[in-house]
């Protein structure tokens, strides 16, 4: 069965006989050693929410476009834009330095349940039990640190039932070495994006540097290529349907035991509010983005994350209505209900009424907390109450003191202010706050007042905002240069502004006594549910959540039913040819650079073709990914890479909160496009030379 992001450590004992069975030639050791160079040597986390992995033995790093695309943004400039050009180190002289950017190893893991339940007991309160926990965590991670070489980081998992500690290694150097241009990488854009069939080259190509013994250092020219524990072997033998395959990555949120109430919630209270708040920030940005080729590229990373989620969400509400999956959930609960009622499992009786009885209080609340949560996305809406109350406390400093702290002051400004185009956010911030105190429960009742006085249109949150804007410090980093001059509180106290984000945040924290109450009854009754629903089915294998840790799954490459749309023999792959077919010269989502066309016209394809003279481009795995996993290497059976995951497919959507083992696909570059791009597009023959090639 292909359901399941399984823990590294577990395989051995619960996935391996039918992982063989499969296909897997690898033994468990060689996936995950802690002591021997193995698998997981080559999987990094990438930039704190991707995956990617090392491809060769100078530190190579291969990930998704998407996931490069902010630190890609950061790169371009209007003249010299590698967002629309693509960009081709020829040798390491010439690789990027993006300002934030990290790459984190996986060293080891292991259970440390025992030890941190140890510590709490059932009479204790929900925050009592937090508190006892955090400490226990606090311990584990000073002990494995080994002063500071490592980050070791301890999570939860099954609702707070089970606790596990992870040792990482952080590189922070890390250097663009190539990307195609987002006509290729980002090709079909947020139409294609979450959709099979699909034609995407979405890939990029960095570098991690580390000091001349290989240890973790910061930016400097000294800096050489790291020379890894492992790295991949790239094949180019290909595959077809049904072979073995596997993904190993950093998952970041699923929910497979969310009631059906909770459900129920997301798809008529949250999610509608969360896509309603995004497609108003899309269609702000979009006015501005068109209109002028710098804000489009300081904007571009943001804009792409709103976008995705507004169509992932969209997705979720059709796909969770149309499968009735609360219905599946409810059947489910039902039957534990029965199982929680027998004497024996008295503990466990009340845990479905309190978790029901909870999500019918907060509905209200959820469909408030988007709104305002995608409204604080607005940069201008949340600068100056990070800034305020450093400037409150710099105001009433004696000089040597404001000396001593003006430079780092004048940093974060800088850094704060970078890209931030005034237009684009007074307009962004006009139409959320408009949206929110129309649609929100009970929005931030500074906010109502505002709009009682002025009007509620985006027109007149768009005067009052200019006015606000005038008058305030925050609108320009000159006037708050000018304020670090000559800094008054009182001044500071009375800036519109800083009022209006100060009133928007303590909304956004604040939980009323009742609230906080039901909140410690869920939350005990939500790790309940998990604990008596294992207990109830003692012979099946669980798997955690995902939560940002290192997983595998493991399936095969698997076809969808047959589409229309997709010209390729079988329905599990897709070639340039269909490629060609989908391009529309100019379009925004759907141009191709001329190069790639004459390459497919005159079939210049070199070693990368299938036997049938097609030029593969991207395929399915019925592999178990979500959100996070972005850049995972797919593996064949004897681990070597054969594509690249980039997304999921709207179908599957409610994948999150229930695995379908006959929707859900992964969506995957082939290695062999990827390398194609590379040879012949880019004419970087140096990073196949790299490479390690299995032929
Ligand atoms: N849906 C993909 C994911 O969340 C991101 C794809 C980015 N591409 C795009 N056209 N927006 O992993």
Known sequence: ANEGMWFLMHIKRLNYVDMQKMGLQLTPEE?????NASLKDAIVQFGGGCTAEIIS???LVLTNHHCGYGNIAELSTAENDYLTNGFWAANHKEELKPKNLSVRFFVRMDDVSKRILARVNDEMTELEREAAINQEIAKIEMENNEDGKYTVSVK??????????????????????????????KFGGDTDNW?????????????????????????????VPLEPKYHLTTSLKGFKDNDFAMILGYPGRTNRWMPGAGIEQNTNYAYPAWVEASRTSMDVMEKYMKKDQQVNLDYASSYAGIANYWKNRQGMIDALKQHETAKTKYADEKSFQKWASKKKNRKYAEVMPIINDYYKKTNEISRHDNYLRLLLRTRSATIPYRLGKSLEYYAEQNDAKKEELRPKLETEIENLYDGLHLPLERDMLAAQLSLYNEKAHNPASEVAEIAATNGNKVEDWEKYLTTSFQN????????????????DAARLQNDPLYNLSIALLNRY?????????WENDFQRAYRLMVQGMRLQNPDKKYYPDANSTLRLSYGKVNSLPVDERNDAKENYYT???????????????????????????KKDFGQYADKDGHLPVNFLSDNDITGGNSGSPVLN???????????????????????????????????RYVLFLIDKLAGATHIIDELTLSK
């Open 637 to 671: 059976g004897k681990g070597e890479l054969i594509g690249l995951a980039f997304d999921g497919n709207i179908e599957a959507m409610a994948g999150d909160v229930i695995f379908d083992e006959n929707l859900q696909r992964t969506i995957s570059v082939d290695i």
């Open 195 to 223: 959709e099979w069939p699909r034609h995407t080259g979405d890939f990029a190509l960095f570098r991690v540097y580390a000091d001349k013994d290989g240890n973790p250092a910061e930016y400097s020219e000294d800096n």
């Open 575 to 601: 070639t340039l040819k269909g490629t060609v077919a989908k391009y529309q010269p100019g379009d925004d989502e759907f141009d191709m650079p001329k190069k790639l066309i004459d390459l497919y016209e």
């Open 472 to 487: 305030s410090i925050f609108q320009s980093k000159e006037k708050l240069n000018a304020f670090l001059d000559n800094p």
């Open 31 to 35: 996936i995950y050693s802690v002591n």
């Open 509 to 517: 924290r604040y939980k009323s006594e009742e609230q906080k109450e």
């Open 156 to 185: 939860s998992f099954y609702n707070g039932n089970e606790f596990y500690y992870f040792v990482y290694q952080d590189y922070t150097d890390v250097r663009l070495v190539g990307t195609p241009p987002k006509s290729i990488g």
């Open 57 to 59: 033995n100078k530190g």
